[in-house]
């Protein structure tokens, strides 16, 4: 809510695009002082209070109501987000834990009745239904949503569930290994396997799992916490287990659980088998009479690993350059989180795993969270979160803080797509065009090589909440069976069993989001779909990306994309007719 500056129109000859600015400013308070800092729920409940006991008698009061509650949102939230990125950064600062803490059990459970109430004096209110029908359309679906799950026995339920899943990063970031007689993080750990050096790969292959063996027990006891809580929480709804509760939860208004399971089989119809001739053409490279897991990230003895970067500072830097080409507007948005210090790339001990671009909807320009170590996936994570930044700054004008609150499947299409888009520009980070080539068909390769996994994760978890009860034993059993049902025919993976079968708890979406991992897949393809209209038409295809980021949530998601041009579509024939075309700009790179 409050009272947002329209995105300036600058009119410059030296910029191609003028219709956006990255001159973004953080948005004036109307109802909240300038000088309120949250710090306890005592001052915080009065503007709840008053927004709860407002007269509103007229359109212009449901409206003003309207934006005076999204600016509180946006205050809170952001005050929250700030404890959680501020935890991630340095998990081993007790002080920082204890704010995050402080805010899921003692300020978040007493804003949940007054949600509630507010939500419902919203839709009750006869002149709701004076708004623009089709501009709050989405806005009051998602509030109808929120009130038929709000139970009062699930708040002390998702209080707690808030500060448990965190501990995923605590216990993630105490991870580290020693190679070469220097202590790594598991994220530094893995350039190790790209050496030359076979044995020196298979070693840091074999230290990395069995440091993560170490805390297997531990990790399998949260998610053991999780699931339960989770599943009492689907119960007091209403819900015969938390997979659907979790459904109408994410807002999946416009896809079924049926229509994941043909994901699923698609996926291993048309996509496996594209997967197997990458390993197949990646062992006859490296003239291997068996491929091994640290085999694939390896090149043939004389060809030099890919170091696109040396340091974060360069990363950035790069990152800018690439981006301004593609359109300056892009670069101007990682300028503005730079000169904010909106940005924390480097892998350091202490740090938690992962990588994430965190909204922030008072100030409006987002911030920048990864582990970067100087490899190449590193570029594709940076051009990766790079891409939801840019969503961050188009949807940041919207009126109120629900409209920026866009559907995951839209924001992974930001994010995807721009990983896409970014290579027409990786001179950047390779001079040599031998190397160019390389990173770009990794690149493809990578988009291929992802949907098994993100079927395997969404199946598992499928599973794990159909069955709440299942024991420890009974998870693996399942857990190995789904991963051989996705499995390539070209490694080998003998004698690994023991680190297969515990692979499942490097993925922290199981902990901390629950069934956010098949988005990647829908919006994978939506991304290649973009990138499909790139091949054609550069500009037509950015000029289509921006104009759906910048609708944030005020749409359905096939509106969405179709304004970005493209089909909400992930059955089998899309995907074949989507993986068809990948092959060909394989194909075309290999000549």
Known sequence: MGNYSPLT????????????????????????????????????????????????????????????????????????????????????????????????????????????????????????????????????????????????????????????????????????????????????????????????????????????????????????????????????????????????????????????????????????????IIYQKKKEKLGLAILRPWDTDAEPEGTPSLRPFKASEELISKSIECFTKLRPFFGDCLKKMQALKHLDLESRMGKAPGGYNCPLPESGAPFIFMNAAGQMHDVTTMVHEGGHAVHSFLAHPLALTGFKEYPMEIAEVASMAMELFSMEHWEVFFNNPE???????????????????????????????????????????QWNAILHEFQDNVIDYTGLETYRSNAWQRQLHLFEVPFYYIEYGIAQLGAIGMWMQFKKDQQKALDNYCAALSLGATKTLPELYTTAGLKFDFSPPQIKELMEFVKEQMAALSQ
């Not at 598992?460 to 024991?471: D, G, K, L, R, S």
């Open 435 to 477: 190397e160019l080539k390389r990173a770009k068909q990794h690149q493809l390769e990578r988009v291929i090589s992802i949907f098994p996994w993100i079927a395997i994760i969404d199946k598992f978890q499928h599973w794990i909440y159909e069955n709440p009860q299942h024991t420890i034993a009974e998870r693996t059993d």
């Open 9 to 276: 129109i600058v009119y410059s000859p030296f910029t191609i695009d003028p219709m956006y600015t990255a001159d973004i400013q953080k948005m004036a308070r109307h109802f909240v002082p300038d000088n309120f800092v949250v710090t306890d729920w005592q001052n915080l409940e009065p503007f709840f209070k008053e927004l709860l006991d407002r007269v509103i008698e007229s359109e212009e009061e449901i409206e003003q109501w309207l934006k005076d509650q999204s600016e509180l949102e946006a205050v809170v939230n952001e005050d929250a987000c700030w404890r959680q990125i501020k935890m991630t950064c340095d998990t081993e600062n007790k002080a920082l834990e204890d704010a995050f803490n402080f805010y899921c059990l003692e300020i978040q459970p007493k804003m949940e009745p007054y949600s509630d109430a507010l939500n419902k004096k919203l839709v009750n209110h006869p002149l709701t239904a004076s708004l623009n029908s089709e501009k709050y359309f989405t806005y009051l679906r998602c509030i109808r949503k929120s009130i038929d799950l709000f139970r009062e026995e699930n708040i002390p339920l998702q209080a707690s569930l808030s500060v448990m899943k965190q501990q995923y990063g605590v216990i993630s970031g105490k991870m580290t290994v020693t190679v070469n007689g220097q202590e790594y993080t598991l994220q530094q750990a893995a350039k190790f396997l790209e050496s030359h050096d076979r044995e020196l790969r298979e070693s840091a292959y074999r230290k990395i799992q069995e440091r993560r063996l170490q805390d297997k027990d531990a990790l399998d006891e949260l998610y053991n916490q999780l699931i339960q809580k989770r599943h009492q929480e689907a119960l007091n709804a209403g819900f015969a287990n938390y997979r659907d509760y979790r459904f109408k939860d994410l807002g999946r208004f416009d896809y079924t659980k049926e229509e994941c399971f043909a994901f699923h089989e698609a996926v291993k119809q048309h996509i496996v088998p594209l997967v197997n």
